[in-house]
């Protein structure tokens, strides 16, 4: 490694050190950091969450929210000092779930721009939106970026609208389960993995051990269910019969066109489109629009201050990868090219 890269890491040691110690203070006066922000104004009674304007309003006093969802749909707990500005799923479902239940909110549009992600994690937002639609009864639109696919089209199904680019990428209706087996490889060069378990089962899809047909039939097993809830969900908050989205959720994808041909979604168009369908269709005309972020972090200040430093080191980018990737299999929601 060069003298270059030895002083990167151990400014990278320093930032991390100060992101941690601004942190612990942090989380003891958050409510002062708020203040301190100043960016954008904050949500009233809506903590850690700021608003901006879109769209200013003809003083109608309707107000339509905007959120983004953005990157794979995983939840990965706490942002790291490198994370800072990604998706944080738990950082979504408050912001959806403040949305939902704030009386100043009249309609919500969720920008969605994802390959899919996590089962439960798709689930959640799911079932969030279904939240708001009948506990609030507000309606809830979706309009599509480059890919609303696998994940991404199940939460968007249960929507009062969807609006898609002729170009998006979506569909891949299923489910996915990976792992990488290297049992030859480690026969090859004498590499032998010992496990001791409580039940033949135990290591299944061990990348150390062959798959079985009986280790095969229970993980398919898995993966079926996981499909016919999403049959269901598309079922329910689409209308199509079941036979129909099983024909066409065999895991390919469609550009919006074709999405709409299959009525997989309602309207081409933007997001101008979107904002302009639900003040027509809800009677919220000159309504007020403004997109949620999150509030300020010491963590996301100093975690974009760290990512300008070194956004051109792939060693240092790849830390979190390394350090959080699980080698454990799991079903996923999510389109991969």
Aim: hydrophobic share 40%; net charge negative.
């Amino acid at each position: 490694m060069n003298f270059k890269r030895w002083i990167a890491l151990v400014i990278a040691a320093i930032v991390i050190v100060v992101s941690i110690g601004f942190q612990a203070v942090s989380s003891l006066a958050s409510a002062n950091w708020s203040e301190f922000a100043g960016g954008g104004s904050q949500t009233g009674g809506m903590e850690g969450i700021e608003e901006e304007e879109l769209q200013a309003g003809d003083g109608s006093g309707n107000t339509i929210a905007v959120l983004d969802l953005q990157g794979v749909i995983q939840d990965t707990g706490e942002g790291s000092l490198f994370d800072a500005g990604g998706y944080n799923h738990q950082e979504f479902l408050h912001m959806l779930e403040q949305a939902g239940s704030s009386n100043d909110v009249d309609g919500i549009i969720l920008k969605v721009n994802t390959p899919g992600g996590g089962v439960v994690e798709s689930a959640e937002i799911h079932d969030a939106i279904v939240s708001v639609q009948e506990e609030h009864e507000k309606p809830v639109y979706i309009t599509m970026g480059n890919q609303a696919a696998s994940g991404g089209y199940y939460i968007a199904a249960p929507a009062d609208k969807i609006v898609a680019h002729p170009a998006t990428i979506t569909g891949s209706i299923g489910v996915i389960m990976q792992s990488i087996n290297y049992s030859e490889l480690a026969d090859n060069i004498g590499i032998e993995e010992n496990s001791i378990t409580s039940g033949e089962f135990k290591d299944i899809m061990s990348p150390g051990t062959e798959m079985t047909e009986e280790d095969e039939a229970i993980l398919q097993s898995i993966v079926d269910d996981m499909y016919d809830d999403f049959v269901q969900v598309i079922v329910d908050g689409r209308g199509i019969n079941e036979e129909e989205v099983r024909e066409i959720g065999d895991g390919r994808i469609y550009t919006g066109e074709q999405a709409r041909d299959l009525n997989l979604i309602d309207e081409l168009g933007t997001m101008d489109d979107t904002i302009a369908f639900m003040e027509e269709e809800q009677d919220l005309e000159g309504a007020r629009v403004v997109q949620y972020g999150a509030g300020f972090s010491v963590n996301s200040f100093v975690g974009a201050g760290a990512r300008s430093l070194f956004v051109q080191d792939a060693e240092l980018l790849g830390i979190k990868e390394l350090l959080t990737t699980s080698n454990s299999p799991r079903a996923m929601y999510l389109y991969t090219d």
